[in-house]
């Protein structure tokens, strides 16, 4: 009984072996069939693919004009006119920026100056446009030579300059004072160490050059009777300076009345008095607003002469003058 049942496990085993082994060749050849009826050949198939790409061409600017060598305008801004350059661009004339065009000058030490509203000139060829810049210097903008930077960009953003040229700015001295006269409260014969009532003097450099410690001076003349006119207070009896003491000082506190001795028609030299170029609309009353303040002092009012009013009016005498170099 037993070995009976042994034969016939063995022979189960072997017949479900032999049923998965046909099963799997049966499987083979239905995916064979399958993929020969798709196509398949045991070769892979193939296709083609176009590729495209497109390279910008970069603006390109040249035929800039050179601007002619400018003088500043006192006290306001000078527009320097006529910057011309021309532009192209492989890609086609439409591809420029036209509102982009502008142009930039600067001078190390000098604030730069620009305008980004350069005027669109001629379209010169399939390629090119023409543009058309100014620019506005200030009358503290410093004297040499500012190179002029153009530039612009195509509508891909691409950027373009040129820096070729530059534009000479010349040096101009000037400057404007106020006020322009002067008045005492009245004093008396033997009064030391007086000041005016209208005092300082304020200098603004209208022009573009500085004006170093020694470029400043003082001309006095001395001051005739109205009355009297052979009396005189003489210039040297004055005093003036850069520094003074406190709004409300008087005597030897104000130090004015240490300041330059003046003398008849003789100009000297404001000492410590500079007035480097700046902005004078900042009104700081220093350097960085192109200022500089003059402070008088009447040192001694002179024995011997009558009382009477005394000024530059008179024939023998003249108004008095500050100047810089």
Do not use: H
Request: proline share 2%.
């Amino acid at each position: 009984m037993g070995k009976v049942l042994k034969r016939n496990s063995r022979f189960k085993i072997i017949v479900i072996a032999f049923l998965l082994f046909a099963s799997f060749v049966a499987m083979f050849l239905v995916s064979y069939e399958n993929l020969s009826g798709s196509g398949f050949t045991g070769a892979l198939s193939s296709s083609t693919t176009t590729l495209s790409v497109t390279i910008n061409s970069a603006p390109v600017i040249y035929s800039v004009s050179t601007p002619s060598s400018q003088s500043i305008t006192e006290s306001s801004t000078k527009q320097i006119n006529n910057i011309l350059f021309n532009v192209t661009d492989a890609d086609g004339f439409g591809t420029i920026n036209n509102n982009s065009a502008q142009v930039r000058i600067n001078l190390g030490g000098e604030d730069d100056r620009f305008n980004s509203s350069c005027a669109v000139g001629a379209q010169f060829s399939s390629t090119g446009i023409s543009f058309n810049c100014s620019v506005a210097i200030w009358y503290f903008d410093g004297a040499g030579n500012w190179t002029v930077n153009v530039s612009i960009n195509d509508t891909s953003g691409v950027y373009a300059e040129n820096r070729s040229k530059s534009v000479e700015i010349f040096s101009t001295t000037a400057m404007v004072m106020s006020p322009n006269a002067l008045t005492y409260p009245t004093v008396e014969i033997g009064n030391t160490n007086t000041t005016p009532n209208n005092d300082p003097v304020t200098i603004n450099n209208t022009g573009n050059r500085d004006i170093n410690a020694g470029g400043v001076t003082g001309t006095g003349y001395d001051l005739q009777g109205l009355t009297t006119t052979t009396d005189f207070i003489q210039a040297a009896n004055f005093s003036i300076a850069a520094v003074n003491g406190t709004s409300t000082c008087t005597g030897v506190s104000c130090l004015e009345c240490n300041g330059t001795m003046m003398a008849n028609n003789t100009a000297q030299v404001l000492t410590v008095a500079n007035i480097s170029a700046g902005n004078n609309s900042l009104n700081t009353l220093n350097g960085s607003s192109g200022q500089e303040q003059l402070f008088f002092c009447l040192r001694v009012v002179p024995t011997g002469i009558s009382r009477q009013v005394y000024d530059t009016s008179g024939a023998y005498t003249s108004p008095w003058t500050i100047a810089v170099s």
